[in-house]
């Protein structure tokens, strides 16, 4: 049986695509000892861990939000870490820390925005991001404080924070 140099290549590119799928790449911590990453999509899982402290602050609690809720009101969450999550739906640890956080939760101080990995291009341009599952710690004015992949849930990804 002769298999078609076409097929035979379009397995390979699909089989390490998915391979690739919450792995490191070398250029993705260029020049991060540490990092953070924010995710941020307009997903319905998005917001849903965000708590409140005595305070009624949202964002001190902890808060997983999408792209679209932190760019109405970035400055709700200047109190916290804010990391970026560049995720993909069809990533399998990428829906892993999603559910990990579902369940969870977010931890006191951080907000992780949940951000679509295939059409906020922009962003994966501005950040320097070559693969899903990947964190971006920004600041205030959106400057890359740290950069990482893999943290499986809200807890790792605080450790990893500067």
Same mark, same amino acid.
């Given at each position: 049986?002769?298999?078609r140099?076409?097929?035979?290549a379009a397995?390979?590119?699909?089989? =390490?695509?998915?391979?690739?799928?919450?792995?490191?790449?070398?250029?993705?911590?260029a020049?991060a000892?540490?990092?953070a990453?924010?995710?941020?999509?307009?997903?319905?899982t998005?917001g849903s861990?965000s708590?409140?402290d005595a305070s009624?602050?949202?964002?001190?609690?902890g808060s997983?939000?999408?792209?679209?809720?932190?760019d109405?009101?970035?400055?709700?969450?200047?109190?916290t870490?804010?990391? =970026?999550f560049?995720h993909?739906?069809w990533?399998?640890?990428?829906?892993?820390?999603e559910?990990?956080?579902?369940?969870?939760?977010?931890p006191?101080g951080?907000?992780?925005v949940?951000?679509?990995?295939?059409?906020?291009?922009?962003?994966?341009?501005?950040?320097g991001?070559?693969q899903?599952?990947t964190f971006?710690?920004?600041?205030?004015?959106g400057?890359?404080l740290?950069?990482?992949s893999g943290?499986?849930?809200?807890?790792?990804?605080?450790?990893?924070?500067?």
């Open positions: 049986m002769r298999i140099p076409a097929v035979l397995t390979a590119v699909a089989g =390490l695509t998915l391979a690739a799928c919450g792995t490191e790449t070398p250029d993705a911590d020049g000892g540490s990092g990453t924010t995710s941020s999509s307009a997903s319905s998005a861990t708590g409140t009624g602050d949202a964002a001190a609690a997983y939000v999408s792209l679209a809720d932190y109405a009101d970035p400055s709700a969450y200047e109190d870490k804010v990391v =970026l560049f993909a739906d990533c399998p640890s990428c829906r892993a820390t559910a990990a956080i579902a369940e969870k939760g977010v006191a951080l907000t992780v949940e951000v679509d990995y295939d059409s906020e291009t922009d962003l994966r341009k501005q950040y991001i070559t899903q599952h971006v710690q920004v600041d205030g004015s400057a890359e740290g950069k990482w943290s499986a849930d809200g807890a790792a990804i605080l450790a990893e924070t500067v």
